[in-house]
């Protein structure tokens, strides 16, 4: 408060809208519950003898995840989501299940969406990796076939130990 005035907030600030997604530049489609990113971080306390409470804290761990949900159960997005090795999955037809290939692929993840005063606002993530298990609904009378997809973000030692960047137009 300045000179007795209330200062409000912008509302040109507040963002509503959707996101869309790509996945090694391949948009994924309609996607359900927004694009979600969250950042885990596991702290270390520090307690002093001399204390009755911690002192310092230090970061021990972060990591980040990027969470939605599939709306097209493509046989391109279901082989991405289950970590199936892309030989699986023949020209659009067929996607075999399974296999001895121990190997996680990454890929670069996109999420563009509205920005503040209209701009658009793009996250760029350069190491993506499906990390959690997957449950997809085959079929179900009164539900979406849908695709839930949880990504570990990893942190990429060319671009400086980041994990990405946003970028807002």
């Known amino acids: 408060m300045e000179g007795g005035e209330l200062i409000l907030g912008n509302k040109n600030n ?3 809208g959707y996101a869309s997604m790509s996945i090694a530049g391949v948009d994924v489609g309609y996607t359900e519950g927004g694009v979600m990113l969250r950042k885990d ?6 307690e002093g003898d001399q204390a009755s409470g911690i002192v310092k804290k230090h970061i021990a761990l972060e ?31 067929s996607l075999f299940f399974g296999g001895q290939d121990p190997t996680v692929t990454e890929y670069v993840v996109t999420v563009t969406g509205k920005g503040v005063n209209g701009k658009t606002r793009t996250y760029t993530f350069y190491r993506a990796t499906p990390s959690e298990n997957v449950e997809h609904p085959i079929g179900q009378r009164d ?4 695709v839930p ?13 980041k994990i990405g960047y946003c970028v807002e137009a």
Request: charge should be negative; charged fraction near 20%; proline fraction near 0%.
């Open 63 to 93: 990591r980040y995840f990027l969470t939605t949900t599939l709306l097209e159960a493509t046989l391109q997005n279901l082989q991405r989501v289950m970590q199936e090795r892309e030989a699986n999955l023949t020209v659009g037809s």
């Open 143 to 146: 539900a979406v076939s849908s």
């Open 14 to 16: 507040i963002i509503i």
């Open 149 to 161: 997809l949880t990504f570990e973000v990893m942190k990429d030692s060319d671009n400086g130990d």
């Open 41 to 46: 971080v596991t702290y270390v306390d520090i």
